[in-house]
């Protein structure tokens, strides 16, 4: 049994509070193997890791720091206040600038976290009387702007272009949306989005895609997958991505036409309400872009290495940079992950809910710059864990 939460000196210890139902939920989430521990990580670690998603491993890269730094000297520590106020800076309209013309969309918008750029871009853009078809991968940033429009929602297999154009044709709203990732999150597989888009454009419905995973992997020089489908800039098509993954930084944008941008800077509450994201943090995050305009060979690097490590513990080859290991029980994944780390390799572990129930697995996120020792040693300790369980 887990321990009590402390008890108000000021109440009796059998004197039940509102809040007394905390420690039974906890107990029964300890029990299923879903209790979670934050493990606070060392600047020294020497522990190889591979569940973080620094995708190129641009966050150390001394360029990127020193964008960080230099921004950080310049504006300050934090952005003051929303960016509708003072919170917007040169350096903040110039991220954006550049993340448009990279990525082949005529504006963009930053927002503080990737999570939010989802949830103000699907709540701003679908309300009340409108239509949601979320595809079942979809990342939970995207569910809850889902659930936060107060729009109808329906929920599709994962990748069932097929499924989203019934629903499409035989919907009684007049607007319609379709969500979804362009990588998926758990195990790097790639969406449908040719087909996806087709259905949308077929039945006058808009195209929403989450390219946080493809961002800096797919596409030419990692321009993502929507990109590598010749949609970039599409109509009636609305892109999303993060700066925290394979930028190496913080932050999320909305990529779309002029008209999505002034729509959502007029009506996306997680804009409009939430303090600009840190100048220093802009500032990384340009710094990375430009880096890897001028090696587009890094994304080519991080797929090699997630084959290579893939085909070394007896998978099959991912789409994008993310080797997943099922497992099926939370305890069995979880103890794997101890046993990993107990070796000198962090992984991630995913359990119920960020998977389906029976799902639980090892995630492996390989980044560009693991050398080949690196992925030869991550092998030998997940096949020996493996074996072990």
């Known amino acids: 049994m887990r321990r009590s939460l402390a008890v108000n000196p000021m109440t009796s210890p059998d ?24 493990m606070p990580r060392a600047a020294d670690s020497d522990l190889l890791n591979l569940a973080s998603n620094d995708y190129l491993g641009l966050s150390r890269e001394p360029s990127v720091i020193a964008g960080a730094r230099d921004a950080l000297e310049r504006w300050g520590g934090g952005a003051t206040s929303s960016r509708l ?14 993340l448009a013309a990279f990525l082949g969309y005529e504006s963009a918008l930053v927002f503080s976290s990737g999570y939010l750029g989802n949830v103000g871009a699907v709540s701003a853009l679908m309300g009340r009387g409108d239509l949601i078809i979320s595809d079942g991968g979809a990342h939970a940033s995207l569910i809850d702007g889902c659930r936060l429009s107060r729009a109808r929602v329906v929920v599709v297999d994962r990748g069932d272009h097929a499924a989203v154009r019934r629903e499409l044709g035989g919907r009684a709203e007049e607007r319609a949306m379709v969500v979804t990732d362009s990588v998926y999150s758990i195990d790097g597989a790639i969406a449908p989005v040719t087909q996806l888009y087709a259905a949308t454009r077929d039945h006058n419905a808009v195209l929403l895609v989450d390219e946080a995973h493809a961002l800096g992997i797919r596409g030419a020089g990692g321009r993502g997958v929507l990109h ?14 993060v700066l925290s993954k394979s930028l190496g930084s913080q932050g999320g944008v909305v990529l779309g036409s002029s008209a999505v941008r002034d729509h959502l800077i007029d009506r996306a509450r997680s804009f409009i309400f939430d303090t600009g994201l840190a100048p220093a943090a802009v500032g990384a995050a340009q710094a990375a872009l430009t880096l890897l305009r001028h090696r587009p060979e890094l994304a080519v690097r991080v797929r090699s290495n997630a084959a290579r490590l893939a085909q070394l513990c007896g998978g099959e080859v991912p789409e994008a940079a993310v080797v997943s290991i099922v497992l099926g029980d939370p305890g069995r994944a979880l103890d794997a992950a101890q046993r990993c780390r107990d070796r000198g390799v962090l992984v991630g572990c995913f359990r119920p809910p960020s998977v389906p129930p029976g799902t639980s697995r090892l995630r492996l996120t390989v980044r560009a710059d693991l050398t080949d020792d690196d992925i030869t040693n991550v092998a030998e300790v997940v096949n020996a864990v493996l074996a072990e369980i």
Not at 15 to 38: C, F, I, N
Not at 232 to 238: H, K, R, Y
């Open 15 to 38: 004197t039940a509070t509102a809040l007394s139902w905390l420690d039974e939920a906890a107990d029964v989430r300890e029990a299923a193997g879903l209790h979670r521990t934050l």
């Open 228 to 241: 590598e489908a010749g949609l970039s800039g599409a109509p009636d098509l609305v892109a999303t991505a």
């Open 85 to 98: 106020v003072t919170g917007t800076t040169t350096l903040h309209s110039d991220l954006e600038d550049d």
